[in-house]
């Protein structure tokens, strides 16, 4: 159980173009999903926390009207890299909380993200 | 939110005890302390969660003393698939969902 997948696993685009990203539990509803960034050979950084029917917030210094999520279901969220550039290329990855009280995040595979 | 420390890097050999310590000075009464693993571009894997005293499952121990400002993940006979990055985490517990802070993590390299 707590499954959580991630579409696509990886992407390459053009410089100026929107890739969305899906992140989806897939055995258990997550009211809360956390989205993450990480640069190569660096930890991960916590970008946003995605609420179910409300906004995202979003961790200071991250940009909202650039990185846009919608958590439309109890079971999706999306990350849109709105505008992408070469600096945006990363892994991003998400995680959801099973709402068990305990804290215990459940990643997603990550997504591999090269704007050229 | 508790601010953990961890050794960057940690080198083993095959079939030996690994023991990864991490200091979270700051934790707080609610907090659960975690431990993930994560290979190379992939997602972190949970590994163990406790809250006081010992657990153990499958996978590893977790010893966490009375005063919950430390705690020791223990990898027992390592093999050489379980070189990755290991990141201790400590969060807050409410029903809205913890937000996890992610330090260095420790880089475990295992040997033959």
């Known amino acids: 159980g707590a499954v959580v997948s991630q579409h696509p696993s990886r992407v390459i685009c053009k410089s100026g173009t929107s890739v969305k990203i899906e992140c989806r539990s897939l055995d258990f509803q997550a009211t809360t999903m956390f989205w993450y960034r990480q640069f190569p050979k660096q930890s991960l950084m916590l970008m946003a926390t995605?609420?179910?029917?409300?906004?995202?917030?979003?961790e200071q210094g991250v940009e909202k009207d650039k990185f846009l999520i919608n958590h439309a279901s109890l079971t999706l969220s999306t990350l849109t890299v709105t505008s992408a550039h070469p600096e945006d290329s990363s892994f991003y990855i998400c995680?959801?909380?099973?709402?068990?009280?305990?804290?215990?995040?459940?990643f997603g595979p990550g997504t591999r993200l090269t704007v050229l | 939110l508790a601010k953990t420390t961890q050794p960057i890097s940690m080198d083993s050999y095959e079939g030996q005890e690994v023991n990864i310590t991490c200091s979270h000075n700051n934790i707080a009464t609610n907090d659960y302390i975690t431990w993930y693993q994560q290979f190379p571009s992939q997602g972190p894997r949970f590994i163990i969660q406790g809250y006081k005293t010992k657990v153990t499952n499958e996978v590893a121990s977790l010893f966490i003393p009375a005063d919950r400002k430390s705690s020791t993940l223990s990898l027992p006979r390592v093999s050489l698939s379980d070189t990755a990055v290991y990141y201790c985490l400590v969060g807050e517990s409410n029903n809205q969902g913890g937000k996890l802070i992610f330090g260095q993590g420790t880089e475990l390299s295992v040997k033959p």
């Open positions: 995605s609420n179910e029917g409300s906004k995202a917030t979003y």
């Open positions: 995680s959801a909380d099973n709402r068990d009280g305990t804290d215990t995040q459940y």
